[in-house]
């Protein structure tokens, strides 16, 4: 689960990180209200779950509280990567004098978390670890003791000579430690992390994940998840109300399979034969006819699907309940689609069955069903 | 021969009593597996299906002599089991359970790794060595025993071409399968099993199938430049994955630039390795690279 930067700087604020002074805005007039308060030059943030929002103008500078409402108002509504700016995150605009990079993420390799510290901030880190990898320390933290002084020492050391900052960098490592500790972070990361004119160093941009497993640890971010699907499609949502896994693409033929790694074969076999992909819609595994008809009742409404390929290998998963499924989506929906079938595994001869008896075509291999999705796509249906 | 686990293995089944546990004991029974005792806090003194249920591993396997474990345990509570059958020796531990926390899998991955203890999964359907034993959660019918080594981060897709390769061609049975797990943090990745495969005369080839996130796929690559291994056939699912979309599987993410499908592919096949485009595709290879 992502944070918002606002959200995510408040946590910072509990645990002692220092973050610019500021407040969250959801119109023009709080915005101009914040300005005042701060009385000086401000920086309004769009708060989207997405990366890139200054590249997109999702962050502009105001120098007076009355141009804070205008520049508000061009950043307030507008679309950034297909989601709506809702709310801005007015701050005091930093003096910055140096910008670092500092963030502890899972590495998955190395089967551990690693701290990772840049003497450059504000910064494409992927790209800076190619071209300047001296400009880079990693210290990978031991799984049991979690991060141990000297390691934050070494950390505090690479990124500034003063032992005045060092002092404050080492208690900022320590502190966004015990926040990753706390929430379960996948992710925590500032970016830039500043020294401002003044001699402070302040987190400028804060950004954290939160390990979706981990939620049932964190009672109170629950209601927080629940948030998070206003930033999902329609269809996205109606998915996540049945618990199915999906992931809207923009092709045009639609997607139902059982299992993750069956659903992405699914969707690149499509692919490979010509057509695009609408959707990943992996139903998980021992799905009843009722979560059948609901998956295709989900792909058949949505209008950007053309028609719909359902490929089951059934273990658990039954034949006879995918194929009930399937008919009466069919029954109750009024668009008609071309739907291709592919059933094989635990009562397939059953499930073969009703769809034969309801003159649904099915298929015994994947890649014959693929081709003919594809086929009655490109044919015009 | 098999890996890991063969029909004279004693397993023992943390989480017996719950509904997945009876269910797949049930049928790992019928596989001929060597179940010989379960654990579930509470239960002990119980029996289910002629099997002895006690409350702790340790007993368990006093009574039992267990060397091999798989939990069918509630995410929250797979840590505190892990541990339980490390300290009990119990090698390999495979854990089926999906969804435990990140922060969890690493402590105890970590621990076992350290004690030199094989850790399959967390969130993947187990082993089975076809006709001998299965210590997992796959349909059996699509597996029988014969020269391939198979290694999945997947599931159903695993199951998939198994059945192809079992369909296909009788000289393309399994000797050994292992779901090494769909979590961002595993036990056991692609190396380690190839190395097991590798010590194994009766496997022939070994299928990969990779999917997108990480770079475990990269790194088996990078191991193969520098080692000698048995032919090796891959499939990679997730070539049209947007991303930053987690596609089903907690690991299952192209994130930060990392685990795209296409530089998994690129990446195996300049070290030699093949890449089917579709999963039929890994049968007509391997009857080639076996030379049948």
Partial sequence: ?381 | MTILVDKNTKILVQGITGREGQFHTKVMLDYGTQIVAGVTPGKGGQELNGIPVYDFVSEAVEETQATASILFIPARFVADAVYEAIESNLNPIVVITEGIPIRDSIVFVNYARDKNIVIIGPNCPGIISPEECKVGVMPSHVFRKGPVGIIARSGTLFYEIAATLTAADSRLGQSTCVGIGGDPIIGSDFIEIVQRFQADPETKAVVIIGEIGGDAEERLADYIQDHKVKPIVAFIAGKTAPSDKRMGHAGAIISMGVGSAEGKINRLKEVGIQVADVPSDVAKILVDVLNI
């Fill in chain 1, 1 to 381: 689960m992502k944070l918002h930067e606002y959200e995510t700087k408040k946590i910072f604020a509990e645990y002692g990180v220092p973050i610019p002074k500021g407040e969250i805005a959801s119109n023009s007039d709080e915005v101009k209200a914040i300005a005042d308060r701060l009385n000086r030059p401000v920086v309004i943030k769009s708060q989207v779950l997405v990366s890139g929002r200054g590249k997109a103008g999702g962050i502009k500078i105001a120098e007076k509280s009355e141009d804070a409402k205008t520049v508000s108002q061009s950043i307030l509504g507008m679309n950034i990567k297909g989601l709506t700016v809702e709310k801005v995150l007015v701050e005091e605009r930093l003096n910055i004098s140096k910008e670092f990079y500092l963030s502890i993420i899972v590495d998955r390799s190395a089967r551990s978390y690693v701290t990772i510290a840049s003497k450059e901030g504000g910064v494409d880190i992927e790209q800076l670890a190619l071209e300047k990898p001296d400009q880079i320390l990693k210290v990978y933290i031991q799984p049991y003791f979690g991060i141990r002084t000297f390691e934050v020492r070494k950390l505090a050391q690479f990124l500034t000579s003063s032992k005045e900052l060092q002092k404050e960098i080492i208690s900022i490592i320590n502190k966004l430690f015990e926040v990753v500790t706390a929430y379960d972070c996948e992710l925590i990361e500032s970016n830039p992390l500043v020294l401002t004119e003044e001699g402070k160093i302040i987190a400028a941009d804060a950004r954290m994940i939160i390990d979706d497993n981990s939620l049932f640890r964190h009672p109170h971010l629950q209601e927080k998840a629940k948030e998070e699907l206003r930033d999902l499609t329609e269809f996205e949502l109606r998915a996540k109300e049945f618990g199915f896994s999906y992931v809207d693409l923009d092709g045009n033929i639609g997607i139902i399979a059982n299992g993750a790694g069956l659903t992405m074969a699914s969707m690149d076999i499509i692919d490979f034969y010509g057509g695009k992909p609408a959707n990943f819609l992996d139903i998980g595994g021992g799905a009843q006819a009722e979560r059948m008809l609901e998956a295709t009742k989900l792909l058949l409404e949505n209008p950007t699907v053309k028609g719909i390929l359902v490929n089951i290998l059934g273990g658990i998963t039954r034949g006879d309940e995918v194929a009930q499924g399937i008919v009466n989506a069919l029954k109750v929906t009024a668009v008609k689609k071309p739907i291709v079938i592919r059933l094989v595994g635990t009562r397939e001869k059953e499930g073969q069955k009703i769809l034969a008896e309801a003159g649904i075509e099915y298929l015994k291999s994947m890649e014959t069903a693929a081709k003919r999705i594809v086929e009655l796509i490109s044919s015009g249906g």
